[in-house]
């Protein structure tokens, strides 16, 4: 395995080197936070950090050009000014997605985006914390004796 210090470097690689480099794309994101002053609440006991991984070719030839095309179909999505998916505000069908209040609009919305992420090759890791389940550890608590 090589690891390059520059995309020029691939130019200097053998041919068979080059065909063992992938490159992949990841997206990573949290629900919840990182407060443990709360954990007893239910509302704010988990955090949860998601990434979802995809192979750089299929960024650039499927995954980009669907969802720029189906952020244009719908929302006016201009490229220069990029429309970002938050979950909170599509289901509250705030800000840019309330368009989404028309049931035609929205239906469309849903069954594009569903056939978006059917066709584009993806992986998706998540890992879960439960921070109530966390701080009674006698492991956490010996060293982080302040935050319990």
Same mark, same amino acid.
């Given at each position: 395995m090589c690891f390059l210090k520059s995309r020029t470097q691939l130019t200097d690689l053998r041919e068979e080197e080059q065909l063992?480099?992938?490159?992949? *794309?990841?997206?990573?994101?949290?629900?919840?936070?990182?407060?443990?002053? @709360?954990? /007893?609440d239910d509302e704010l006991r988990y955090l949860s950090l998601t990434g979802v991984a995809m192979h750089q070719?299929?960024?650039?030839?499927? /995954?980009? &050009? *669907?969802?720029?095309?189906?952020?244009?179909?719908?929302? *006016? @999505?201009? &490229?220069?000014?990029?429309? #970002?998916?938050?979950r909170s505000e599509i289901v509250k069908k705030s800000g840019p997605f309330g368009v989404l209040a028309d049931p035609v609009l929205c239906k469309r919305f849903d069954d594009e985006l569903i056939a978006c992420l059917t066709d584009i090759d993806?992986?998706? #890791?998540? /890992?879960?914390i439960d921070k109530k389940a966390m701080v009674t550890r006698g492991y956490w608590r010996q060293n982080h004796p302040t935050i319990t």
């Open positions: 063992l480099i992938v490159q992949y *794309r990841l997206y990573v994101d949290e629900v919840g936070n990182d407060d443990l002053g @709360h954990v /007893a070719d299929q960024v650039n030839s499927v /995954a980009t &050009p *669907r969802l720029n095309v189906l952020k244009a179909s719908i929302f *006016r @999505h201009d &490229p220069d000014d990029p429309l #970002i998916f938050h993806y992986t998706v #890791i998540t /890992a879960v």
